[in-house]
């Protein structure tokens, strides 16, 4: 009877401490959880906060844009958008970003149009100046014809997962990347050169990468190349008759070819602003393209990516 009476106390206390234990876990998981909330609301609005810097900077590039169409139809390098990476500091952070002219790089989709020659040989031109294979210009093409890459299939079918391409133009540079034949590596060397935009667009010989303008005239020697880039600094051609009257005499027997004048512009439509912004340790970027209009309507949002690196 002792013994009974001297463990009941034991077997309280040891219930008691289990009860203590199970409360304190609920505790903890509550409060756990309750943390977990706000730390997510947190974050939540940390981006949300990031997200309208984005926005400002965009309405940024929409009215530098804007601003540089009302002093004339020319764009070059000297422009208040060209080639300047704004930087504003904000509390808890930065915001970055650059705007560049789309038309200064190739347009990939000049290959969808199968009789247009001069882009597949221009183009070839491009990739062995990359120290890349030309025939690489044909694997290209053949995604980008209309009726798709037909001799192509079965590369496609092979990938994981399986692609089936449906030809034509593309919207982003980055569906390039689903080609068999063009290695990650090739990808990366090319991307900075090239641009996705409507097949009938015009390449500025006032911003174009030097590399492209050469693959576009391909007896242009790099003295003449050179010289043409570094009067374009700081005097742009006003227009393209100026260019190739200045251009003529560095292009040696191979001239231009026939019909290649229409090609070449000296101002641009298409933009693209690539910016980030970090804020409290959160990094948003975000690429916008703009189609910029005849006034009175102006630049627009053609449309935007927003990522998390």
Do not use: C
């Amino acid at each position: 009877m002792r013994r009974g009476q001297g463990t009941a106390p034991g077997f309280v206390l040891l219930n008691a401490l289990i009860l203590v234990a199970v409360l304190a876990a609920a505790a903890v998981f509550v409060l756990g959880r309750a943390e977990g909330a706000r730390l997510r609301q947190v974050g939540l609005q940390t981006a949300t906060q990031a997200g309208f810097y984005l926005d400002g900077f965009e309405a940024l590039a929409l009215a530098l844009l804007r601003r540089d169409q009302q002093d004339g139809a020319v764009d070059g390098p000297e422009d208040a958008w060209a080639g300047v990476v704004h930087r504003v500091e904000i509390a808890r952070g930065q915001v970055t970003g650059r705007i560049d002219d789309l038309q200064g790089r190739f347009n990939i989709n000049w290959l969808a149009n199968p009789a247009d020659l001069a882009a597949l040989e221009g183009f070839g031109r491009l990739l062995a100046a990359l120290g890349m294979r030309p025939e690489l210009a044909t694997r290209i093409a053949r995604t980008l014809h209309p009726d798709g890459p037909a001799q192509d299939r079965q590369a496609y079918a092979r990938q994981r997962p399986p692609v089936a391409p449906v030809g034509g133009p593309v919207l982003l540079v980055e569906q390039l990347r689903q080609i068999p034949a063009l290695s990650p590596r090739d990808y990366d060397r090319l991307a900075p050169y090239l641009a996705a935009l409507p097949s009938d667009s015009q390449l500025n010989v006032n911003t174009a990468a030097p590399l492209v303008l050469q693959s576009l005239l391909p007896g242009l020697k790099a003295a003449g190349l050179d010289q043409l880039v570094q009067e374009r600094a700081t005097r742009p051609f006003l227009s393209v008759e100026a260019f190739l009257e200045r251009a003529r005499p560095f292009l040696g027997d191979a001239g231009l070819a026939e019909g290649e004048d229409l090609r070449l512009a000296v101002g641009s439509l298409w933009f693209a602003a690539d910016f980030a912004v970090e804020l409290d340790g959160l990094v948003l970027q975000r690429v916008t393209v703009f189609e910029r209009r005849p006034l009175p309507y102006g630049p627009r949002v053609a449309y935007r990516l927003e990522t998390t690196p």
